[in-house]
């Protein structure tokens, strides 16, 4: 199958899903699981205050999470590792399910944690596309571009340009659901 093809099938995968969406994705895992790292502290039950979203992380094996996000009645399930940059946390987010015409794009997503609080933001800037679009092979349009460039030349990338507030936007905070 040709990469073009792929792709389109990759775009038409996440216009279909209805939900925010990254609009940078890398094909190969970000990271390995040797690289992974696991902090107690993501896991629990997490509400957005502005639209009543719910996403609930629950540890995956050793180093991985299982991520379920359930928005206007619909649930969406994606795994996740998280690596660190420096003092910066991120997760490796990928969704789950299989269907033979969807490739399973990798998302990076910035998080910080506190106090009760989960921030979390896409790296998906229009600045970091642009810097993407110079250092790395991809494919790309308007909306979103596609990392085709391994996954360890991507995490590089990250660990270069992916601490910088320009690399992300405000993203979304959520609260710990205490029950």
Same mark, same amino acid.
């Given at each position: ?60 094996? =050793? ?11 619909? &649930? !969406?399930? /994606?795994? *996740?590792? $998280? ?57 790309? =349009? ?11 030349? &991507? !995490?590089? /990338?990250? *660990?270069? $340009? ?18």
């Amino acid at each position: 199958m040709k990469l073009t093809s792929m792709l389109l099938a990759l775009g038409a995968t996440l216009i279909l899903t209805g939900c925010d969406t990254p609009a940078l994705l890398s094909l190969e895992p970000v990271v390995t699981g040797q690289d992974a790292a696991f902090d107690p502290t993501l896991l629990g039950t997490w509400e957005a205050d502005h639209d009543k979203d719910l996403c609930i992380i629950r540890r995956d094996g =050793d180093t991985g999470y299982a991520i379920t996000h359930v928005s206007d009645g619909s &649930v !969406r399930q /994606f795994s *996740a590792r $998280l690596f660190r940059v420096g003092e910066a946390s991120m997760l490796d987010l990928t969704p789950d399910g299989s269907d033979d015409f969807q490739i399973a794009g990798h998302a990076v997503v910035r998080i910080w944690t506190g106090g009760g609080t989960l921030r979390w933001a896409y790296l998906d800037t229009e600045w970091l596309r642009k810097q993407a679009s110079q250092l790395l092979p991809n494919r790309a =349009d308007d909306k979103r571009m596609v990392l085709t460039a391994p996954g360890a030349a &991507v !995490r590089a /990338f990250v *660990a270069k $340009l992916g601490v910088d507030d320009k690399a992300h936007g405000d993203g979304t905070e959520w609260q710990r659901v205490q029950f």
